[in-house]
């Protein structure tokens, strides 16, 4: 009777192991993501007839912290650390030109604007 039981407790045991190792796989990591918003209110038209010009706007330059979606704090005097969990949604020099895009062209102060990436001629 006992040489039946010792299969049984075995496998009852095993079976226990195995189901109690899944609860101790690591919970899965949330990367949070950050946008920069634009709260200000654009009037439609500032004025009632745009220039006749289409502005075509430049890559916006900056340093490197700027140009890269990681999210950096100061670890020394010299040196710059990514935060682990946390990522600009894209990098803030390119959502920065995105609202100037949006806002200049939202004004009416022009006939069209552009970027200059996209090739199209313009006057300014």
Known sequence: MIKKLIPI??????TALV??????????VTIRTYVIASNVKIPEKLVSKPYPYILILSPVLGALPFRTQKILYRSSDVTLGPYL?????????HMLMVKMLDAISNSGLF???TYRATGALGNL
Do not use: H
């Not at 407790?9 to 095993?14: G, I, K, S």
């Not at 189901?19 to 899965?28: E, I, L, Q, S």
């Open 111 to 113: 006939k069209g604007v």
């Open 9 to 14: 407790t075995l496998c009852l045991v095993l």
């Open 19 to 28: 189901v109690t190792g899944c609860n101790f796989r690591p919970k899965p």
């Open 85 to 93: 969990l946390s990522r600009w949604e894209f990098a803030p020099t």
